[in-house]
């Protein structure tokens, strides 16, 4: 059967409140708070992350032959983006990796091309959402990212039953190459559109599949026009009971990603043998159906989407916000500006830049960071070994705080760190709170965005504290 085997998640760190906003602008701010990426996130590495936890619970013997990657807002244009995800999970080069970027209605397109596939797939699914200060877009909107191992073997969790769709061209929400903010039509035009688009879709997928809505156990509607979404669901009759949570007071809605996100919520806590239906509505509308297998029981996810809730960061200030999205210019640090990566040395390193690899000595068993061709314990040459460190755990063995240097979040914090097995290696850490950090302290790595010049983006990986939402 073809289906889901694994799955994986990423909510950034951050929240901003909505009523910051609102005492910001002095309107009024709205209930709840939104995921924020942070300044050295984007939507390729929040991809990355979603895609190692999703690898982390993958059966064994499973690896993707292909990666497809969905977005709204990709780092690149021309350019792959896929394919630094791919160098991230240190997959193959004969893995094909590809980006399906540009609308919300992409993330669709692409499961449902992962899940057709007659070989393993990885599809990851992103977005960023921002719109302009004081706006729907920017309070309704979030940041973050789900990625689904696709396959026809192995213990599916949930098998793919099918899928319906229906298409329209017409202009409801749309954004300009070049733009940062989406212009939206007005609202009843919206709905008068979409209602029938989705009930159409809705109603072909049930009578295809031979259901009604008293077999649904679990209901993932979402889409970029709430009104109309709203009214499919109250015209179909459907139970509340059934509807899954929509995140929107925890997270916001994240684009391109989130009905997947909202997927995995449900598959975090969904028992076996029961109907699960997805409901986007972009451009047209979408209904996919999946049956819950008895493997699902036994599946637990690397960190469910309720647990990234519970542990993220409140408070950050509206000014922040708006310096990391770009909309408010600040003064720049007086200091020369980052030189660009280069291309071929960037290349050269792939395993280590991209994939975290380091070197283990066959002769003596030393580790080493970055990866060496002498061994720094017995110098023997030229007898290493590649080593993934992007899962190992890591111990502060000690660590500064620097006010003085330059960072769009300080304080910077560069620690020293201990690795599991073996390893030590200097890095800076991220999505962390200064005052609560001590030597001892348990750290992971995570994929990050260091900066960007002369139009590159330097991707490399930093370290955060591991958390639990105890």
């Not at 669709?108 to 200060?133: F, I, K, N, Q, Y």
């Not at 059934?242 to 007071?249: E, F, Q």
């Not at 003064?331 to 990566?341: Q, V, Y």
């Not at 006010?403 to 890095?427: I, K, T």
Request: proline letters at 6%; one cysteine or more.
């Amino acid at each position: 059967m073809a289906g889901i085997v694994a799955y994986g998640s990423y909510i950034p760190y951050n929240r901003l409140d909505r009523q910051t906003i609102g005492q910001a602008l002095g309107v009024a701010g709205g209930r709840g708070a939104r995921a924020v990426a942070s300044y050295d996130e984007d939507t390729t590495s929040m991809a990355a992350e979603a895609a190692l936890a999703a690898l982390a619970t993958a059966p064994d013997g499973i690896s993707p032959s292909a990666l497809y990657f969905s977005t709204a807002d990709p780092a690149y244009l021309d350019k792959t983006n896929a394919t630094a995800i791919h160098a991230a999970l240190g997959l193959g080069h004969e893995a094909f990796a590809v980006d399906m970027v540009g609308a919300v209605r992409s993330g669709a397109g692409a499961l449902r091309a992962g899940l057709d596939s007659a070989e393993p797939t990885l599809v990851c699914l992103s977005d960023v959402r921002t719109g302009l200060p004081g706006g729907a877009d920017e309070a309704a909107g979030g940041d973050g990212a789900v990625a689904f191992l696709c396959a026809r073997e192995g213990p599916v969790i949930a098998e793919f039953l099918g899928s319906s769709s229906t298409s329209a061209e017409f202009l409801d929400r749309w954004r300009l190459p070049g733009e940062s903010t989406s212009r939206v039509w007005e609202e009843r035009f919206g709905e008068f559109v979409y209602v029938p688009l989705a009930q159409q879709a809705l109603q072909k997928a049930m009578q295809m599949f031979g259901v009604n809505l008293e077999h649904i156990d679990h209901l993932v509607a979402t889409g970029v026009h709430p009104r109309a979404l709203r009214t499919v669901l109250a015209g179909a009759g459907v139970r509340k009971e059934v509807i899954a949570n929509d995140l929107s007071a925890t997270v916001g809605n994240t684009g391109t990603a989130h009905f997947g996100l909202m997927l995995a919520d449900v598959l975090d806590r969904a028992e076996p043998n029961q109907l699960v239906t997805v409901l986007l509505i972009a451009d047209g509308a979408t209904a996919m159906f999946f049956r819950t297998t008895d493997a699902i029981a036994a599946y637990h996810a690397r960190r469910t989407v309720q647990e990234q809730i519970a542990t993220g960061r409140p408070g950050l200030s509206y000014e922040s916000f708006l310096t990391w999205r770009n909309m408010l210019k600040r003064e720049p640090p007086r200091r020369p500006d980052p030189d660009r990566p280069g291309s071929p040395p960037s290349f050269r390193s792939e395993a280590w830049k991209y994939g975290f690899c380091g070197s283990r000595c066959e002769a003596c068993g030393a580790r080493h960071l970055p990866p060496a061709r002498v061994c720094v314990h017995c110098h023997t040459t030229d007898k290493m070994k590649l080593e993934r460190l992007t899962d190992v755990p890591a111990t502060i063995a000690t660590f500064t705080i620097d006010r003085l240097a330059y960072s769009p979040s300080p304080p910077m914090v560069a620690a020293v760190l201990d690795f599991d097995g073996g390893g030590r290696f200097q890095c800076e850490l991220t999505d962390v709170d200064p005052d609560k950090l001590a030597i001892g302290q348990r750290v992971e790595m995570t994929f990050r965005r260091l900066y960007s010049a002369e139009g590159i983006h330097n991707y490399f990986w930093k370290a955060r504290p591991v958390r639990s939402n105890n």
